[in-house]
């Protein structure tokens, strides 16, 4: 059954530390992976997206990794802000399947405190 | 470029009554999906249209339906709606052809059932 797993369910950390976030899938074959950023109450907001082939990809503060062989992924946060408070969603695309089939995890939710 | 739109932003109804929810697609965008997040749960499938037509819809009763109008925009009607309808009913749009990004989230409609 395809799959997405996030851990931690839930991070707090202080102001200006780094993060990373974990994403397990059993998605397989997929087209791409990709991380979103949901703060309270709106919608989610792509921060970055990669197919099978790559292995990083940033955006700004932001850096995701990608492990085919071993099916993880990685969202880094690097000098946390207090805006960087929010859900945050890995979801995955498996291929040749159009956009019904995005496998969403259930997030987690990072609380960056001062 | 306008992104997806969303309305009501929020709205309140009691159980049995009708709730009518609203989206624009990003222009260009011919497929609309439409997704339910109750509070502190995943984002939870619930009906892709592209071209006017319904293409698929998650596990939901009869209830939900939508539909999608020439210009592409959608609407999404909860009939008899019941305490557990309340959530956050997100809307996204993409190109049919597209296969990596452009799949876009709008901000969501709260939907409270008292």
């Known amino acids: 059954k395809n799959q997405v797993e996030q851990s931690p369910q839930s991070l707090i950390i202080l102001e200006g530390k780094n993060c990373t976030l974990q994403c397990n899938y059993t998605v397989s074959p997929f087209s791409n992976l990709r991380w979103y950023k949901q703060d309270t109450g709106r919608g989610p907001v792509s921060l970055t997206i990669m197919t099978f082939s790559e292995n990083t990809k940033s955006n700004g503060r932001y850096t995701a990794t990608l492990d085919a062989d071993t099916k993880q992924s990685s969202l880094h946060i690097t000098a946390s802000q207090l805006s960087d408070s929010a859900s945050y969603i890995c979801?995955?695309?498996?291929?040749?399947?159009?956009?019904?089939?995005?496998?969403f995890g259930k997030g987690t939710t990072l609380s960056v405190s001062s | 470029e306008a992104g997806v739109t969303q309305s009501p932003t929020h709205l309140i109804k009691t159980r049995g009554q009708q709730a009518t929810l609203r989206c624009s697609p990003i222009s260009g965008h011919t497929s609309v999906y439409w997704y339910q997040q109750a509070l502190g749960l995943g984002l939870q499938f619930l009906l892709w249209?592209?071209?006017?037509?319904?293409?698929n819809r998650g596990n939901f009763p009869p209830r939900f339906s939508g539909r999608q109008f020439p210009n592409y925009s959608s609407e999404l009607n909860v009939n008899a709606l019941e305490l557990e309808d309340s959530a956050l009913y997100l809307c996204?749009?993409?190109?049919?052809?597209?296969?990596?990004?452009?799949?876009?989230f709008g901000s969501g409609t709260r939907l409270t059932v008292v």
């Open positions: 996204a749009s993409s190109s049919r052809f597209s296969r990596v990004g452009g799949y876009t």
């Open positions: 979801v995955v695309t498996p291929v040749n399947q159009a956009g019904t089939a995005l496998i």
């Open positions: 249209y592209d071209e006017g037509e319904e293409r």
